[in-house]
């Protein structure tokens, strides 16, 4: 008598009769680093957006700053938030092509954890700092959190496919399946049209700067644009092997997010404080990598399992939330007052 098949085998099954002839299949993965037994319900790519999900990376995640550092206000994006906001880019046109949801979504909810405090400027902080044992990068700074720094150092196990969407999520990169391309493009649409909002709500821009030759191809409001752009790669890419936009769509989107550069990103009201952000971030590093021993032991492990204190520290200061890293700076780099308790002035 033949054994019975697993849901997680009727799922595999499932996929090769729903999903398109350029679809990721479960079944087909290049697996894991280190192997280990299947789940009888999930499949691989199920099994590693759960585990992105309930990782510690994930969850600070919505402390860390997306585009305005600390923002006063309840509905400002954080780095969370905007991953999620990806996430649903990528499921829609993952789902709208016939490609794997599961796959687009554990690539899509992994693709900032290794993003550092303050966002960009935290980034680029830690790269001039890391310049001369190989800079820093966030997208390769988030492989090394599901590799390496996650789980008491075990890392997550992922499989091959989403560490490399991960990894090459970024504009100048290719990842190696259609899953991982829908990823990067949906990154690029989440960002530009959340910052758009964010940097009206903030009172940087109004609606009404946006280039009309953008507006009229793209949109007059963040729904109409998401809903272009969405559409677009969809009609685009359908039927192929490749995720592609038309090129008066992809250079509307490039021209506005050009126009976030000269308004928003360089901005000297909404980017103020930056220079405090490199200043604190440069503080923390040279504290701790003269006191190595006072950071976290899992850190202190790295450096004992061959890590450079360098790496080490940079690591320590990647995984931080905004508000850590300034509690932090002022524990160790501001006095604090001292009472004397009992006695009075004479």
């Known amino acids: 008598m033949a054994e019975a098949k697993s849901l997680r085998q009727k799922q595999e099954e499932r996929e090769h009769q729903i999903l398109g002839p350029y679809a990721s299949f479960a079944d087909r993965s290049l697996g894991r680093d ?15 957006r759960d585990r992105i999900l309930h990782c510690k990376a ?21 780095r969370l938030t905007h991953t999620l906001e990806v996430a649903q880019n990528a499921r829609t046109i993952a789902r709208a092509l016939l490609l ?11 693709h900032d954890l290794g993003h550092t405090p303050f966002g960009h400027a935290g980034e680029r902080a830690l790269n001039s700092i890391a310049d001369g044992y190989g800079g820093f990068h966030h997208n390769e ?4 959190v599901v590799e390496r720094l996650e789980k008491d150092g075990k890392g997550l196990n992922l499989t091959v496919e989403v560490r490399d969407g991960i990894l090459n ?6 990842p190696s399946t259609l899953e991982g391309k829908i990823v990067r493009l949906s990154d690029k649409i989440a960002y530009i049209n959340s910052d758009i909002d964010d940097a009206i709500r903030a009172g940087i821009i109004r609606e009404e700067d946006i280039p009309k030759e953008l507006t009229d191809i793209l949109g007059t409001s963040t729904n109409k644009r998401l809903n272009t752009l969405v559409h677009d790669i969809v009609q685009n890419s359908e039927g192929k092997d490749e995720i592609s936009m038309s090129s008066r769509v992809e250079k509307a989107m490039l021209e506005l997010r050009k126009f976030l550069f000269d308004t928003v990103y360089t901005n000297p009201v909404a980017k103020s404080e930056e220079r405090k952000v490199v200043h604190m971030i440069g503080q923390l590093y040279e504290y701790y990598t003269r006191h190595s021993d006072k950071m976290p032991e899992e850190f202190i492990a790295l ?19 905004d508000r850590f890293a300034v509690n932090l700076y ?8 001292w009472t004397v308790l009992g006695t009075e002035h004479r």
Not at 303 to 321: F, L, N
Not at 330 to 337: D, G, T, Y
């Open 34 to 48: 280190v192997e280990e037994p299947q789940c009888d319900i999930r499949t691989v790519f199920q099994r590693d």
């Open 58 to 78: 994930f969850r600070r995640l919505k402390q860390k700053t997306q585009v305005f550092l600390a923002p006063e206000g309840d509905h400002y994006r954080t």
């Open 100 to 110: 794997n949801e599961d796959l687009t979504e554990a690539i899509a909810l992994g």
């Open 141 to 144: 700074q988030s492989v090394r």
């Open 169 to 174: 999520h970024q504009t100048r990169l290719r």
């Open 303 to 321: 450096v004992q399992e061959g890590e450079s204190t360098q790496r080490a520290v940079c690591d320590y200061i990647a995984c931080m939330t």
């Open 330 to 337: 002022k524990e160790i780099m501001i006095p604090k007052s």
